[in-house]
């Protein structure tokens, strides 16, 4: 049986609440939890709910969706729904899965749900197999082990996980990553960058290099960089 991914709708329009909870309804993989009309009740929601996939509008009252973004930790997928564009790019470099511009189909929603349940590529892994992930990628599984993965590269909607032999692109939000991976083997050192802690070689003001690669180090990423590794 294919499973069940839990939604969230979050829009402060009624009409929108209906036509998305009737676009859910649609999709037998999908399972509506809840709707909300402010971000501070689908934050409420999120705390004791598990979400796989949040359905959020971004102009809202006192919480806009993207001060939600921002705030909650642990996202799950994130589909923006809205009628303003000009958010895609901040949107998208908190690590959205897909922007939505009202009014949209049926078709574009049924587009925008296989990318968000594409974006679940890590599979979870048992404890006592936690020294690798599994990626999905070019309809595809593979086991990536921590010790052989090297950095893992951003863009935009993918994310490229430089191993020692390959690499492999995928669906997948740098930020989730970041929650996935053990802290005490991989570190953010840049918006667009995680890399191995065992394989860091040296560290300057602007750079770190990881088994030969040069990786940048962001501003507001080099003190928590030299704190993990002190």
Do not use: W
């Not at 971004?58 to 939600?68: A, K, V």
Request: one cysteine or more; a negative charge.
């Amino acid at each position: 049986m294919k499973r069940k991914y839990n939604v969230l709708i979050v829009d402060d329009e009624f009409l929108a609440r209906k036509l998305l909870t009737e676009y859910v309804s649609k999709i037998d993989f999908l399972q509506l939890i809840d709707t909300c009309a402010d971000a501070s009740t689908a934050m409420e929601v999120l705390n004791r709910e598990m979400i796989d996939i949040l359905l959020l509008d971004i102009q809202m009252p006192d919480i806009s969706g993207m001060e939600m973004l921002r705030i909650i930790n642990n996202k799950p997928s994130v589909i923006l729904t809205t009628a303003y564009s000009e958010y895609a790019v901040d949107a998208f470099s908190l690590g959205v899965v897909d922007y939505l511009l009202k009014p949209f189909d049926y078709a574009r929603f049924v587009q925008a749900i296989n990318k968000a349940v594409s974006s679940k590529t890590i599979e979870p892994t048992s404890e006592s197999s936690s020294d690798y992930i599994m990626v999905k990628a070019d309809y595809k599984l593979y086991k990536v082990n921590f010790d052989d993965l090297i950095f893992i590269e951003g863009q935009h909607e993918y994310v490229t996980f430089h191993t020692r032999s390959k690499r492999i692109t995928a669906l997948y939000s740098l930020k989730n990553l970041e929650d996935t991976l053990p802290r005490d083997k991989f570190v953010r050192t840049h918006k667009s960058f995680i890399v191995s802690i065992n394989n860091i070689e040296d560290i300057d003001k602007t750079h770190v290099t990881v088994a030969g690669n040069k990786i940048p180090i962001g501003a507001s990423y080099r003190d928590a960089l030299i704190e993990r590794l002190s």
